[in-house]
């Protein structure tokens, strides 16, 4: 099977601290790298005012991922935010990079 690439940025709630977000960006992480794929680019943006309040937050610590993964795995990622709704803010997928 023919991996894609693919783009999304993180928000995490800004009231975590540092530890939970590593935390909680490490086991992201491990999810790609455990489904055989490969984090192509990782960027933590760090604390940023949001262009409009999502979920009453007017901050987020943005965190932005390109990964190539195989087609069957890329909302994993998205999956585990929503596991954990008092950690995730929201996740922007852009989907395939092209």
Same mark, same amino acid.
């Given at each position: 099977?023919? =991996? $894609?690439?693919?783009?999304?940025?993180? !928000?995490?709630?800004?009231?975590?601290?540092? =530890?939970?977000?590593?935390?909680?960006?490490?086991?992201?992480?491990?999810? !790609?790298?455990?489904?055989?794929?490969?984090?192509?680019?990782?960027?933590?943006?760090?604390?940023?005012?949001?262009?409009?309040?999502?979920?009453? #937050?007017?901050?987020? $610590?943005?965190? #932005? !991922?390109? =990964?190539?993964?195989? &087609?069957? #795995? &890329?909302?994993?990622?998205?999956?585990?935010?929503?596991?954990? &709704?008092?950690?995730?803010?929201? =996740?922007?997928?852009?989907?395939?990079?092209?």
């Amino acid at each position: 099977m023919i =991996a $894609h690439e693919y783009e999304t940025t993180f !928000i995490l709630r800004p009231e975590l601290d540092e =530890a939970e977000s590593n935390r909680l960006l490490e086991r992201l992480k491990a999810l !790609i790298t455990d489904a055989a794929g490969t984090i192509l680019i990782y960027e933590d943006w760090g604390k940023r005012k949001l262009a409009y309040p999502i979920q009453k #937050h007017q901050f987020g $610590h943005y965190v #932005h !991922i390109n =990964a190539r993964l195989h &087609p069957a #795995h &890329p909302s994993e990622g998205a999956y585990l935010l929503d596991k954990k &709704p008092t950690q995730g803010t929201c =996740a922007l997928d852009l989907g395939e990079s092209r």
